[in-house]
């Protein structure tokens, strides 16, 4: 008796050891649906009955394979966050590609900063004040900071963006962007470009390299502003066509190698020193593989925008936030029927 | 206990026989229960739609003509309730309407484009990708076509060398070193036949060689003084073409224009005279005193025009002064008079219809020409019955053919002739019975 009931102990924990195992290989070979329980898959959306366990970004990783896209299940469900136990639908593809609608299409507002001053404003430099009054309405207003790379992206007509999308820009590398729009920045969590041209860096009043070194160490974008930050649009007085147009590939080739020297980074976007380019420029930047460039010309941008020649606003001083409101343009009426 | 082994043992062999794929299974059955159970519970569970919410959603959404979206909302209805026919109806039906709605509008952006009226291009391109957001005609239109080209394609032909062909496409062969670097080519190497090229485009004023201002602005000077003033002007005109507030330029060319207005007027050609005046800016008294004078002698060459009964000159005159002085009244005088006694002599000549054109450009109610109108008038509708009863001797010959000439100009002279339109009528209608019975 003592054997057989050995041996049934013996059968018993090879049973459950076995299951064990299984259910753990099991689990390990689906680790995305965890938490969820999946109701419906379509080639078009994903049917999910949430739990407790379940976020937007949770939901936005494990389905969409990118936990950045949590507006996106929010606005299609229209809610703000989950519940559990509620069904939502997951779009696998966005329902108004290109922000195209039927009474107009989405438009992205790009925002330029240059200097900044601490207390008093002036023309083109903003207060800290100003800055953090503007900053703080896009928190509390429903605007999302997108990256250079996913206006881009919507632009291409690669992916989708929130309908509330903004983008933010400094040109220059002031060091009054480090001391006074740096922390800002942080404190709210927005991603942002810089432009610098590479003479100015580590000047009197510029930023250092080290300066940008953190910044891009915390995750902000350097990008290309030229090397001289000279009108690229203009010829000099007695500069042979030949002459201006080396000039041209070096104000565009050197910071670019400079960048790739002191960060490890290549620049892929461009600000058009003053705003200013032309065909010709354009060309030489498409030869060099610059996948865009920014102007300093006022208003929003569709996905049709021409890539060279994006539109960015310039945020001036001494503006208030009535001012502000006016560079938010994010969609443009125009009848689609 | 041997009975409970064997169940165990069944247990064990079914896991590992249906695996993973006997879970899944069984967590599909499970969904399938979640996808009724949601269905079946929605209306009553806070948060969690049904299909008839999904069905109401994806109406509205069609009823805004936001097809994209009713079909989606249709679709996720139809995963809820995969049973319904009508669901499945419905989706097959939006699809083909959103493929051929956005079809019809890529056709007209299409002639649109072709018609280079681009901004109507571009909403129906971008209508043609609202409805069918996979539509890859309607999207290059719009992220590649309708977007300035920064290069031109070239295919090399036989003979081309680099050097010709930035000749041909930039005036100056030594802008072959663009060639070179935008198409990664070795410099001394002629590219072969057949090779497509990318020519970047530049803007005029790239094209143009550089100007020496000083050099020029120095030229310019001495041209002025040697009297040359068509060539002096033309220098300024290029220096300001490169330097738009070059304030010494400006000056120049407003001198030289002034001197070839001066000379134009000696010639007596006003018209051109005065437009040269009106180039210089800013205006001056000196300018405007200048343009009065030549719109004196252009009077004074309309009255001598008129003496002369030279009346078509006298209008061309007249009207080239009130086209630069509107308010004129010399001008507009002269222009009056000259078509009224245009008109009486066209009438004189019985040239009515002519006379009736002139007439017509003079200001109502000018009293020459009032009367003279009246005089048209009369002496056409007394024309008009001469030709009538001329019509009336044919027709009573049996003259068919020339009944109806003579009254077809009646009615030209008096269109409200009911007389000759009936009498045409009926002459029409026996010359077919002729040719029918013949």
């Known amino acids: ?337 | 206990m041997k009975h409970a082994l064997n169940v165990l043992s069944l247990i064990i062999v079914l896991y590992f026989v249906t695996g993973c794929a006997g879970v899944l299974g069984a967590f599909t059955d499970f969904t399938e229960k979640v996808s009724k159970e949601t269905s079946d519970k929605a209306s009553r569970s806070k948060g969690v739609l049904s299909p008839s919410d999904y069905i109401e959603k994806a109406t509205a959404f069609e009823k805004n003509d936001e097809l994209q979206a009713a079909l989606f909302y249709f679709k996720v209805a139809g995963a809820l309730n995969p049973d319904d026919p009508d669901i499945v109806d419905k989706i097959s039906g939006l699809e083909s309407t959103v493929v051929h709605k956005s079809f019809e509008h890529l056709q007209k952006g299409g002639k649109f484009f072709k018609n280079k009226q681009f901004k109507e291009a571009r909403y129906h391109f971008l209508t043609a990708l609202r409805y069918d957001p996979d539509n890859k005609e309607a999207l290059d239109y719009l992220q590649n076509r309708l977007i300035p080209k920064t290069y031109i394609s070239y295919r090399v032909s036989e003979n081309d060398t680099l050097n010709s062909i930035s000749e041909n496409f930039y005036k100056n062969p030594e802008k072959a070193f663009l060639i070179v670097y935008f198409n990664d080519l070795k410099p001394d190497t002629a590219p072969l036949p057949g090779t497509l090229l990318k020519l970047p485009i530049l803007a005029p004023k790239l094209i143009q060689p550089t100007l020496n201002i000083p050099e020029e602005l120095l030229k310019a000077e001495s041209l002025l003084k040697k009297r040359q003033y068509e060539a002096a002007a033309s220098i300024t005109e290029r220096i300001l073409q490169n330097d738009p507030t070059n304030t010494t330029a400006v000056d120049l060319k407003n001198s030289a224009d002034y001197q070839v207005g001066i000379q134009l007027s000696r010639e007596k050609k006003y018209g051109e005279a005065i437009n040269m005046f009106k180039k210089i800016t800013p205006k001056s008294e000196v300018v405007d005193k200048s343009i009065q004078d030549v719109i004196e002698k252009e009077l004074s060459q309309a009255e001598n025009f008129l003496k002369e009964k030279k009346y078509t000159a006298a209008i061309a005159v007249a009207e080239n002064i009130l086209s630069h002085d509107p308010s004129n009244k010399a001008g507009r005088d002269i222009m009056n008079t000259a078509l009224c006694q245009n008109g009486k002599s066209l009438l004189i000549r019985k040239k009515y219809t002519e006379a009736l054109t002139v007439l017509n450009r003079a200001d109502p109610g000018y009293e020459c020409v009032e009367r003279t109108l009246s005089s048209v008038k009369n002496s056409m509708k007394k024309q008009a019955e001469i030709h009538y009863l001329q019509g009336v001797k044919y027709f009573l010959n049996e003259e068919l053919q020339s009944a109806i000439k003579e009254w077809e100009t009646t009615l030209t002279l008096d269109p409200e002739h009911i007389k000759a339109k009936k009498d045409i009528k009926n002459a029409r209608g026996l010359l077919e019975k002729l040719k029918k019975v013949q």
């Open chain 1, 1 to 337: 008796m003592p054997k057989s009931e050995n041996r049934k102990k013996t059968i018993l924990f090879k049973f459950f050891l076995l299951n064990f195992l299984f259910l753990a290989a099991c689990a390990a070979g689906t680790p995305n649906h965890r938490n969820t329980s999946k109701a419906f898959i379509d080639d078009d959306f994903i049917l999910v009955k949430t739990t407790d366990k379940d976020t937007l970004s949770t939901l936005a990783a494990d389905h969409l394979n990118d936990p950045t896209k949590g507006w996106l299940i929010a606005e299609f469900n229209d809610i703000e966050t989950l519940t559990s136990g509620r069904t939502v639908v997951i779009p696998r593809s966005p329902l108004h590609k290109g922000g195209l609608k039927t009474d107009g299409f989405q438009t992205v507002p790009v925002l330029v900063y240059h200097n900044f001053s601490k207390n008093s404003s002036g023309k083109t430099s903003v207060s800290e004040a100003e800055f953090e009054t503007q900053m703080k309405y896009l928190k509390e207003n429903g605007f999302h900071v997108i990256s250079l790379d996913q206006l881009l992206d919507f632009i291409d007509y690669k992916e989708p963006i929130p309908d509330k999308s903004v983008a933010i820009t400094f040109d220059d590398a002031w060091g009054s962007i480090y001391d006074i729009a740096f922390p800002i920045l942080k404190k709210y969590g927005f991603p942002a470009t810089f432009f610098i041209y590479t003479d100015f860096v580590g000047g009197g009043k510029a930023m250092s390299w080290e300066q940008i070194q953190t910044l891009s160490e915390q995750g902000f974008d350097i990008q290309c502003q030229t090397k001289t930050h000279r009108n690229l649009t203009v010829r000099k007085k007695n500069e042979s066509f030949e002459e201006y147009f080396k000039a041209l590939e070096m104000e565009i080739d050197y910071p670019n190698k400079l960048m790739e020297k002191k960060l490890k980074k290549t620049c892929k976007y461009l600000a058009y020193p003053y705003g200013k380019t032309n065909d010709l420029i354009i060309a030489i930047l498409k030869k060099q593989g610059y996948r865009a460039a920014f102007t300093v010309e006022w208003g929003s941008n569709p996905f049709f925008v021409d890539k060279y020649r994006i539109h960015r606003s310039i945020i001036l001083g001494k503006h208030d936030i009535e001012s502000f409101k006016k560079n938010l343009s994010v969609f443009k009426k125009n009848e689609l029927k």
